[in-house]
């Protein structure tokens, strides 16, 4: 089993470009999320899905928006990318939360 | 509002020394208790959970944690650490079973 993969893993965007960060997990968990992860302010929750087909705000959905395309698959979408989403993001998934997995994470840099 | 706290962001610790890494949340109903272990340019790795039953947990590393409702507390301990336990420790905890709520993390560094 992969686990929580993630892709890709570095990137360079200038401000105002878009892109998308996928997210897939083999694990058959219901619920997926996705996190933004910045020096000193630990993991903040930008979107989760609770079963494929629902989506939900986090702490800090401003500026992003996910699509659960499938059990299997939650994508991050920037539309206009800003400096300050510069960050580390990471995908995890759970089921009946009694524990996350992780993914390797995708450092994105806006210039 | 829900709440994790982490009292330290910085443990420093002398190499076969003890540490405690102190975790505290705010919540009036079940949780679900963990902490993970984050490595440099890594993702985040379960390190040892509460769901249920006793409250003393163990890791396959020597970690333990206890989980204490009355002060609402779940601190992670090691008796004797070693230079590979560097690395950033979250606390996290599960309300409503969908969500997880993140500490902001301690950074113990293991001085030889």
């Known amino acids: 089993n992969a686990g929580v993969t993630q892709t890709p893993k570095f990137q360079v965007l200038k401000t105002g470009q878009s892109m998308t960060l996928q997210c897939a997990q083999d694990?058959?968990?219901?619920?997926m999320y996705w996190y933004r992860q910045d020096p000193g302010m630990g993991l903040r929750l930008i979107y989760y899905?609770?079963?494929?087909?629902?989506?939900d705000k986090g702490e800090v959905p401003n500026g992003y928006n996910v699509s659960r395309l499938n059990k299997r698959e939650f994508s991050l979408r920037l539309e206009s990318a800003a400096p300050s989403q510069t960050s580390v993001y990471f995908c995890?998934?759970?089921?009946?939360?009694?524990?996350?997995?992780f993914g390797p994470g995708t450092r994105l840099t806006v210039t | 509002a829900q709440s994790v706290t982490q009292l330290d962001s910085q443990v420093p610790v002398f190499e076969e020394a003890p540490v405690e890494l102190r975790c505290n949340y705010s919540?009036?109903?079940?949780?679900?208790l963990f902490w993970y272990v984050q490595y440099p340019n890594q993702g985040l790795q379960l390190l040892l959970k509460y769901l249920s039953g006793s409250t003393l947990v163990e890791s396959i590393n020597g970690f333990e944690a206890e989980f204490n409702k009355s002060q609402t507390s779940f601190h992670l301990r090691k008796p004797s650490v070693h230079i590979s336990d560097t690395a950033e420790y979250f606390c996290a905890v599960s309300f409503t079973g969908n969500q997880f709520y993140f500490g902001t993390g301690t950074s113990l560094t293991v001085i030889p």
């Open positions: 995890a998934s759970s089921e009946h939360g009694y524990e996350q997995y």
């Open positions: 694990m058959n968990h219901n619920s």
């Open positions: 899905s609770a079963s494929e087909g629902t989506t």
């Open positions: 919540s009036s109903v079940s949780v679900y």
